[in-house]
């Protein structure tokens, strides 16, 4: 049994964020207005049977032109944060040269939005749609593209760097690689893993080079990456099991973060020559493993890794969310990964393993001395969501327990085991972002994978708050009220005309406590 909002909400810390997560091109539609250039991804997701049914990403959830609506959901919601991605295209749409103004006014105007409701911004810079002419000149397998990115960046800091919180430089880039470049089940569609392998330093150097522009501009707010972790488990006690998950761990988990956050790729990969293949090996691992104020980790699942091709790299449940068997790319394969026996899964076939949460955040401490403080920047789970009507008020209600119980068990595991005495108690856990506000193109699976708090009937477009919707708002509420009774206690119990630790002095500046004045506070 889950906890409740409320034994949930004592185990808060101050400070503590809670936010919920977008894409840019997974809601916002409008792609062709507006003087958006096209992205990769727009081409890739009009070939027929790279997206499940034939699903179109062309007005998704219609974010661009319902933005007020979205937010005032985010009002009623009452989160601190909300984590969404600038599109590149739609600012920059060449990905070089002459930005788009009427792109630069849609985010200037959702800023503005945010932080008139009390809403802590935290912006990534790239979440996947690379500008066209970036793709078509190579993508992330040119050099360039990290240049190019670093140019978004200072574009980005001088339009917004007054309003931004937090600012996350490049989201997954395990995902790009794995999926882009390696399997070919995302934009760019390629499907060659050894040739491939240049995008992983290329997004790494991009981070680099776009922290670096921020920084020039000296943005007030902190800056980040965000990748996603996946513990590795062996399937079993053979040999050749073992060995296969500590090679998953270093291809999914390690090739990304040893680099920015240990300054160097892991051994297995550095004895492959990969590193030093590149121009300037020393001077790029430098401008990687710049100093972060925060790392983000999006943590979904565990992985179940085995010897061998197998039927398919991926289980059966997990091709089928993505329309694609993978059986081709079997034969030869050195690895794949197992499904879990007899353990819950999500629409997309993911195993829910809330325990992991823990491993995942003990591993990053143990491998990372100097580990910033860390940020769950993603953390959901897509299941098919059953529509309720009431009758007596024509009023629809959604019922999704799983996804609640979800959230509730994941964000409680997190809390636990980086509480005092836990067992990743050495990282300094800063916040939890939901994916997703709301149900939305969630890339190779289309619209069949609702991870959403929201419903969002893509008929109709018409948005639906669900039952996970509420708990969060509950959970919100209770922790303000945890908060209250603690500062109420700190109160009595200091002496008359002390202030109370951590409290503001009378007059002082209290940030988004009324109302939004400071982008950093959350």
């Given at each position: 049994m889950?906890?409740?909002?409320?034994?949930?909400?004592?185990?808060?810390?101050?400070?503590?964020?809670?936010?919920?997560?977008?894409?840019a091109?997974?809601i916002?539609?409008?792609?062709?207005?507006?003087?958006r250039?096209?992205?990769g991804?727009?081409v890739?997701?009009a070939?027929?049977?790279?997206i499940?049914?034939?699903?179109?990403?062309?007005v998704?959830?219609?974010?661009?032109h319902?933005?007020p609506?979205?937010?005032?959901?985010?009002?009623?919601?009452g989160?601190?944060?909300?984590r969404?991605?600038?599109?590149?295209?739609?600012?920059?749409?060449g990905?070089?040269g002459?930005?788009?103004r009427?792109?630069?006014d849609?985010?200037d105007?959702?800023?503005?939005?945010?932080l008139?409701n009390?809403?802590?911004?935290?912006?990534?810079?790239?979440?996947?749609?690379?500008?066209l002419?970036?793709?078509?000149?190579?993508?992330?397998?040119n050099?360039d593209?990290?240049?190019r990115?670093?140019?978004?960046?200072?574009?980005?800091?001088?339009a917004?760097?007054?309003?931004v919180?937090?600012?996350?430089t490049i989201?997954?880039p395990?995902?790009v690689t794995?999926?882009g470049?390696?399997?070919?089940?995302?934009s760019?569609?390629?499907?060659?893993?050894?040739?491939?392998l240049?995008?992983v330093?290329?997004?790494?150097?991009?981070h680099?080079l776009?922290?670096q522009?921020?920084r020039?501009a000296?943005v007030p707010?902190?800056?980040?990456m965000?990748?996603?972790?996946?513990?590795?488990?062996?399937n079993?006690?053979?040999?050749l099991?073992?060995l296969s998950?500590?090679?998953?761990d270093?291809?999914?988990?390690?090739?990304?973060?040893?680099?920015?956050?240990?300054?160097k790729y892991p051994?297995?990969?550095?004895?492959?020559?990969?590193?030093?293949?590149f121009?300037?090996p020393?001077?790029?691992?430098?401008?990687?493993?710049?100093?972060?104020d925060?790392?983000?980790?999006?943590?979904?699942m565990?992985t179940?890794v085995a010897?061998?091709g197998?039927?398919?790299?991926?289980?059966?449940?997990m091709?089928?969310?993505?329309?694609?068997?993978?059986?081709s790319?079997?034969?030869g394969?050195?690895?794949?990964?197992?499904?879990?026996?007899?353990?819950?899964?999500t629409?997309y076939?993911?195993?829910?393993k809330?325990?992991?949460m823990?491993?995942?955040?003990?591993?990053m401490?143990?491998?990372?001395?100097?580990?910033?403080p860390?940020?769950?920047?993603e953390?959901?789970?897509?299941?098919?969501?059953?529509?309720v009507?009431?009758?007596?008020?024509?009023?629809?209600?959604?019922?999704?327990?799983r996804?609640?119980?979800?959230?509730?068990?994941?964000?409680?595991?997190?809390?636990r085991?980086?509480?005092?005495?836990?067992e990743?108690e050495a990282?300094?856990?800063?916040?939890?972002y939901v994916?997703?506000?709301?149900d939305?193109?969630e890339?190779?699976?289309?619209?069949?994978?609702?991870?959403?708090l929201?419903?969002v009937?893509f008929?109709?477009?018409?948005?639906?708050?669900?039952?996970s919707f509420y708990?969060f708002?509950?959970?919100?509420e209770e922790?303000?009220?945890v908060?209250?009774?603690?500062?109420?206690?700190?109160?009595?119990a200091?002496?008359?005309?002390?202030?109370?630790e951590?409290?503001a002095?009378e007059?002082a500046?209290?940030?988004m406590?009324?109302?939004?004045a400071?982008?950093?506070?959350?």
């Amino acid at each position: 049994m889950h906890a409740s909002a409320k034994e949930l909400a004592a185990k808060i810390p101050p400070g503590f964020t809670l936010g919920v997560a977008t894409a840019a091109f997974q809601i916002e539609g409008a792609l062709d207005e507006d003087g958006r250039g096209k992205a990769g991804w727009d081409v890739f997701a009009a070939k027929p049977g790279t997206i499940v049914d034939g699903h179109s990403p062309a007005v998704a959830c219609d974010h661009y032109h319902r933005m007020p609506q979205d937010v005032a959901l985010m009002k009623e919601l009452g989160i601190d944060s909300y984590r969404f991605s600038l599109s590149w295209p739609r600012i920059q749409p060449g990905g070089s040269g002459p930005v788009n103004r009427a792109g630069l006014d849609f985010y200037d105007r959702l800023l503005d939005e945010l932080l008139e409701n009390g809403i802590s911004p935290m912006v990534t810079l790239y979440h996947w749609d690379t500008p066209l002419p970036l793709d078509e000149a190579g993508g992330w397998l040119n050099r360039d593209t990290a240049y190019r990115l670093a140019e978004f960046a200072a574009i980005a800091a001088a339009a917004y760097g007054d309003r931004v919180a937090r600012w996350v430089t490049i989201n997954e880039p395990a995902t790009v690689t794995t999926n882009g470049y390696a399997l070919g089940l995302h934009s760019p569609g390629k499907a060659d893993f050894a040739n491939g392998l240049p995008s992983v330093h290329h997004q790494l150097l991009g981070h680099g080079l776009a922290l670096q522009a921020l920084r020039a501009a000296k943005v007030p707010g902190e800056i980040g990456m965000t990748n996603v972790y996946s513990p590795m488990v062996p399937n079993s006690a053979n040999p050749l099991d073992r060995l296969s998950a500590g090679a998953m761990d270093v291809a999914q988990n390690r090739l990304y973060a040893d680099p920015v956050l240990a300054g160097k790729y892991p051994d297995l990969v550095r004895l492959g020559k990969f590193f030093s293949s590149f121009e300037h090996p020393d001077e790029d691992m430098a401008i990687i493993s710049q100093p972060l104020d925060f790392y983000g980790l999006n943590y979904y699942m565990p992985t179940r890794v085995a010897a061998g091709g197998g039927d398919s790299p991926v289980p059966a449940a997990m091709a089928e969310a993505i329309g694609d068997d993978l059986s081709s790319t079997t034969p030869g394969a050195p690895l794949h990964i197992e499904p879990w026996p007899d353990t819950e899964t999500t629409a997309y076939g993911w195993p829910v393993k809330p325990a992991y949460m823990a491993v995942a955040l003990k591993e990053m401490a143990e491998r990372y001395p100097n580990l910033p403080p860390v940020i769950i920047t993603e953390g959901g789970a897509s299941f098919e969501d059953i529509i309720v009507r009431d009758k007596s008020t024509n009023r629809s209600f959604i019922p999704d327990e799983r996804r609640l119980r979800y959230l509730s068990d994941h964000l409680g595991t997190a809390l636990r085991a980086t509480a005092p005495g836990g067992e990743a108690e050495a990282v300094d856990l800063r916040g939890y972002y939901v994916w997703s506000l709301m149900d939305n193109f969630e890339w190779s699976g289309g619209y069949n994978q609702p991870f959403g708090l929201v419903h969002v009937d893509f008929e109709t477009l018409e948005r639906t708050p669900k039952a996970s919707f509420y708990w969060f708002q509950e959970l919100l509420e209770e922790r303000t009220l945890v908060a209250a009774a603690g500062a109420a206690v700190a109160a009595a119990a200091a002496p008359r005309g002390a202030v109370p630790e951590g409290a503001a002095p009378e007059g002082a500046d209290r940030g988004m406590s009324d109302g939004g004045a400071s982008p950093l506070a959350g």
